[in-house]
């Protein structure tokens, strides 16, 4: 299959109030040549999050309050394998997770799809080409990228990044998924220590730039918290 065609692959959008960057996602995910299915989970948005999305052209299911992001990931691969199951298909999709506030790079994802479709890879992590200055200062992305090569023996670059494509097969394996922020270093390392090919990507996606503010270290403070339970069982 040629690089770029995502035939066979359903993208994965967990989301909560990211009205203002949705659409432009949806729209760009859409765009990937193949994709004819992509799921957003509003993981109980207070805004238009949601409704935004349908209107972009995604299927949408909501959680009436917020679960976290691991569990709106499981959300939106178990609406996907009903849907497979519903049209009878004999593969089931790839997964494709992005985040919602990709905004239009998500059309440029379709790099980070091709080992898995070429199955060369069982699960492929995105390295943004171009990183943002961002306002934390790597407490979190040093603490898994340290604990996923103490549990493994390797340090992928951007342990925590989001974009992330993998087989059904390597899903269902890595379940259950850890809770919150820690669904990333949990994934690297179950599918390695289970013997899963797990490669990186350099893609030309983007997304926005954590700040400064107290909401912005409060939601560090979570996934610090998320990271460390995620390895605390994982020695």
């Known amino acids: 299959m040629s ?11 967990p989301a909560r109030n990211e009205a203002d960057r949705i659409a432009a996602t949806v729209t760009g995910a859409i765009a990937l040549a193949g994709v004819s299915l992509v799921v957003v989970v509003d993981d109980g948005s207070g805004d238009a999050t949601g409704a935004i999305a349908r209107q972009a052209g995604a299927i949408v299911i909501r959680h009436a309050r917020n679960r976290g992001k691991a569990a709106a990931m499981q959300t939106g691969a178990s609406a996907a394998g009903l849907i497979d199951q519903r049209e009878r298909r004999e593969h089931p999709r790839h997964l494709l997770f992005l ?5 239009e790079s998500a059309a440029r994802a379709a790099p980070l799809a091709d080992p898995v479709i070429a199955g060369t890879a069982d699960m492929t992590i995105a390295v943004f080409a171009t990183t943002v200055k961002l306002g934390g200062h790597g407490l979190v992305v040093g603490l898994s990228g340290a604990g996923i090569r103490r549990a493994v023996g390797w340090q992928p670059v951007q342990p925590l990044n989001g974009q992330r494509c993998l087989t059904r097969a390597a899903f269902e394996a890595a379940r259950p998924l850890a809770r919150g922020w820690g669904v990333e270093t949990a994934l690297t390392i179950d599918l390695l220590r289970q013997g899963f090919r797990v ?10 730039a954590t700040g400064t503010g107290l909401r912005a270290q409060l939601h560090r403070a979570h996934q610090l918290a998320d990271v460390a339970r995620a390895l605390a069982v994982r020695p």
């Open 199 to 208: 490669t990186e990507v350099e893609v030309e996606l983007a997304h926005r």
């Open 3 to 13: 690089a770029g065609s995502l035939d066979g692959v359903a993208v994965i959008i």
């Open 99 to 103: 985040d919602a506030d990709l905004g």
